[in-house]
T-cell receptor, first 113, second 112 residues
């Protein structure tokens, strides 16, 4: 079956702009989580959606938001971009039960200039 | 606040020898631990997990050990193979929580 698809793969934006990233989970998966990966920081949890509801949220400012649609696809939005937002953004999908394996997409590499 | 720490950013090991990756955590509520492996330009892939009711879990060449009193876990890869060269992340979550806290990763290089 198809894996987790993230679009776009690469993105360059200017400070102050906003950006929307998309994640299509594996068919049948109802949970989508978003992570930010920066060098030396590992993966920082942004938020998790399950059945269109945000179920969990990390410690990121309100400029970072997300949503999930009825088909489980999810989008992540970052407004008023800052240079420090440059990172690899990964989404992971799972069945949503605790302990169910999370499958990651290849990520979107965002560069803010 | 980094609740999961991988203090060794890199590890170099000869093919056929053992690779030992270490991970420490500070949140005593964590009860589920995982290791992920990541190749360049790919997302992380699940490797192995362990719950706090166990102190060891084995899957082929990969074994994870958990020492709850020391808040420490380790991943052993025996024998190491060139295809094991990747970044390894450990992750943890507390009960009734779907959020994973990740370490910063350890880059493993297996030398032929």
């Amino acid at each position: 079956k198809a894996g987790v698809t993230q679009t776009p793969r690469y993105l360059i934006k200017t400070r102050g702009q906003q950006v929307t990233l998309s994640c299509s989970p594996i068919s049948g998966h109802r949970s989508v989580s978003w992570y930010q990966q920066t060098p030396g920081q590992g993966l920082q949890f942004l938020f998790e959606y399950f059945s269109e509801t945000q179920r969990n949220k990390g410690n990121f400012p309100g400029r970072f938001s997300g949503r999930q649609f009825s088909n489980s696809r999810s989008e992540m939005n970052v407004s008023t971009l800052e240079l420090g937002d440059s990172a690899l953004y990964l989404c992971a999908s799972s069945l949503g039960d605790r302990g169910s394996e999370a499958f990651f997409g290849q990520g979107t590499r965002l560069t803010v200039v | 606040d980094q609740q999961v720490k991988q203090n060794s950013p890199s590890l170099s090991v000869q093919e056929g020898r053992i690779s030992i990756l270490n991970c420490d955590y500070t949140n005593s509520m964590f009860d589920y631990f995982l290791w992920y492996k990541k190749y360049p330009a790919e997302g992380p892939t699940f490797l192995i997990s362990i719950s706090s009711i166990k102190d060891k879990n084995e899957d082929g060449r990969f074994t994870v050990f958990l020492n709850k009193s020391a808040k420490h876990l380790s991943l052993h890869i025996v024998p190491s193979q060139p295809g094991d060269s990747a970044v390894y992340f450990c992750a943890a979550s507390p009960p009734n929580d779907y959020k994973l806290s990740f370490g910063a990763g350890t880059t493993v290089t297996v030398r032929a």
